[in-house]
């Protein structure tokens, strides 16, 4: 039987200020975990830790300073982490802009140089008590391409994050943790509100999607809680794709 308990565990959720990070640290939250959430917009932050058991913390991910303060927040509070959910992240913003070596390579630094160094941040801690779970939340898109929308920058960082999973997750394993990714389909977010809100784009992705819609933010619930789980115990380096069949056409 799976045991998704996560009484007495401490995690990190980035990118959690809306969307599909909000998700994540309200269910880890109610699954038991004390949650340190992160994200720019903190005044969303503290109405998402009203009532729940989440600690809001102001966090630009691609600011050194600001990674470290996080992880030292969770120390300093818990004295221990052992979840870290990298979820931050964005596209170059649309096709006339990732054509550009500037925006190449700021998504670059938020969707890959992050996760690297949060992840190096949390690894030490992790690696002491001799247990974590790193769960990085990559995208179909580092499986295909994402045409007929362009867009290099996010395409090649997410499937760089794909590497850098199985990387560090062949690093640390006989240290007792576990890195592993997620990598969702299309679900409602403010990346995505464009495509599944316009009706043409909408028509166009049912009708290509195997499963014919868009994801709802709870069926990614299952996938987080094994992975952040001991469920998970014997799974490193993987990545799991959640995409309504997408990538199987």
Same mark, same amino acid.
Request: negative net charge; contains cysteine; glycine residues 10%.
């Given at each position: 039987?799976?045991?998704?308990?996560?009484?007495?565990?401490?995690?990190?959720?980035? &990118?959690? !200020? +809306? /969307?599909?990070?909000? %998700?994540? #640290? @309200?269910?880890? $939250?109610?699954? =038991?975990?004390?949650?340190?959430?992160?994200?720019?917009?903190?005044?969303?932050?503290?109405?998402?830790?009203?009532?729940?058991?989440?600690?809001?913390?102001?966090?630009?991910?691609?600011?050194?300073?600001?990674?470290?303060?996080?992880?030292?927040?969770?120390?300093?509070?818990?004295?221990?982490?052992?979840?870290?959910?990298?979820?931050? &992240?964005? !596209? +170059? /913003?649309?096709?006339? %802009?990732? #054509? @550009?070596?500037? $925006?190449?390579? =700021?998504?670059?630094?938020?969707?890959?140089?992050?996760?690297?160094?949060?992840?190096?941040?949390?690894?030490?801690?992790?690696?002491?008590?001799?247990?974590?779970?790193?769960?990085?939340?990559?995208?179909?898109?580092?499986?295909?391409?994402?045409?007929?929308?362009?867009?290099?920058?996010?395409?090649?960082?997410?499937?760089?994050?794909? &590497?850098?999973?199985?990387?560090?997750?062949?690093?640390? #394993?006989?240290?007792?943790?576990?890195?592993?990714?997620?990598?969702?389909?299309?679900?409602?977010?403010?990346?995505?509100?464009?495509?599944?809100?316009?009706?043409?784009?909408?028509?166009?992705?049912?009708?290509?999607?195997?499963?014919?819609?868009?994801?709802?933010?709870?069926?990614?619930?299952?996938?987080?809680?094994?992975?952040?789980?001991?469920?998970?115990?014997?799974?490193? &380096?993987?990545?799991?794709?959640?995409?309504?069949?997408?990538?199987?056409?």
């Amino acid at each position: 039987m799976i045991n998704a308990d996560l009484t007495g565990k401490v995690a990190i959720v980035t &990118g959690a !200020s +809306s /969307g599909l990070g909000a %998700r994540f #640290a @309200t269910v880890l $939250a109610d699954a =038991g975990a004390d949650v340190v959430a992160a994200a720019r917009r903190l005044d969303r932050l503290e109405q998402l830790a009203e009532g729940r058991r989440i600690t809001p913390v102001r966090c630009d991910v691609t600011e050194p300073a600001d990674v470290e303060r996080l992880v030292e927040t969770a120390l300093e509070r818990f004295g221990r982490v052992d979840i870290c959910v990298n979820n931050a &992240g964005g !596209s +170059s /913003g649309g096709p006339d %802009r990732q #054509a @550009t070596l500037e $925006a190449f390579r =700021g998504v670059i630094r938020l969707n890959l140089d992050s996760v690297f160094a949060l992840s190096q941040a949390v690894a030490g801690p992790m690696r002491e008590q001799g247990s974590g779970s790193v769960i990085n939340i990559s995208s179909m898109f580092s499986l295909v391409a994402s045409a007929p929308v362009p867009d290099a920058g996010y395409v090649a960082s997410k499937s760089a994050v794909n &590497g850098l999973t199985r990387e560090l997750a062949a690093q640390w #394993a006989r240290d007792g943790v576990r890195v592993n990714a997620i990598a969702p389909g299309f679900f409602r977010s403010e990346m995505t509100a464009a495509l599944v809100d316009d009706e043409r784009s909408r028509k166009w992705f049912e009708r290509a999607c195997p499963m014919g819609r868009p994801g709802n933010p709870e069926e990614l619930d299952g996938i987080l809680l094994f992975l952040a789980s001991d469920a998970s115990s014997y799974c490193t &380096g993987q990545v799991f794709a959640i995409d309504g069949g997408w990538t199987i056409r």
